[in-house]
């Protein structure tokens, strides 16, 4: 699944960031193919149970399901063929791999950042 997750996300990269020779039409079809595959990536995430933190998955499905939303997304905006949306899409999807990791995959307490929701400031 990492793998798959993994591959999918360096692809996406490269076709908005890097492939630029190529007709658009091919780089979108390639974004919508591999933002597919991401979709269907963080629903088999929400039947794996994290080994580093079992008790915590709320806060885990939450950010599967994250990823999915983003996912569809990016996908969304590869249909319509929309690159600004894509990048802005992709930047929400990365954060949401470093988010899941920090606690889920490198074993921290409490994420650093969170992709949803806003934490209130609580000294002013
Ligand atoms: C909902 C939480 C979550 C999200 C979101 C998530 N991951 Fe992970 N990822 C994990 C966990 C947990 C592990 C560790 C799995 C284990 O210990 O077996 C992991 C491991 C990995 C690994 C290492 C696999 C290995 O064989 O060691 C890669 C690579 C990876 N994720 C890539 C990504 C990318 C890229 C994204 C974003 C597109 C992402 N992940 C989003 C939870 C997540």
Redesign the pocket.
Known sequence: M?GV??QA?SEIAYQIFHNRQAAPAERFERMIQKSKE?SQA?ER?LEFT???HPDRTED?VE??VT?RHYASGLRESAVEGNLDQAVLWFWH??N??MT??EV??FGEQEPLRKPLSVTPRSND
Do not use: F, I, Q, S
Request: proline share 9%; hydrophobic share 45%.
């Open positions: 990492a997750v993994n996300t991401l963080a995430m994290p080994p580093l885990y950010l599967a990823l999807v990365k949401t791999c899941c990791h889920y995959r």
